[in-house]
């Protein structure tokens, strides 16, 4: 499930960088180890520069130790 929203996320931004001009312009391929909050961001912070991104993470879920917090800080929502 959270795989399927971060592929979406990539995909937009993709197609956000051909709206802006940038249809055909391949940048090259980019693996990013992590599937924390971090790791997720670089994602799709590269994705939306051109980049192919392959985002791999040891754990079944994306999320990392934020997905293990039931509220997060400032506000205190919940983190998932």
Known sequence: MEME???D???KSLADNVRRGFEGQYFGDVMVVGGGVS???AALDLAAAGFRVYLVDKAPSLGGH???LDKT???N???I
């Open 66 to 68: 934020m997905a293990q």
């Open 9 to 11: 996320q990539i995909r």
């Open 5 to 7: 929203r971060v592929e």
């Open 73 to 75: 800080f400032p506000t």
């Open 77 to 79: 929502d919940c983190s």
């Open 39 to 41: 790791g997720v961001q």
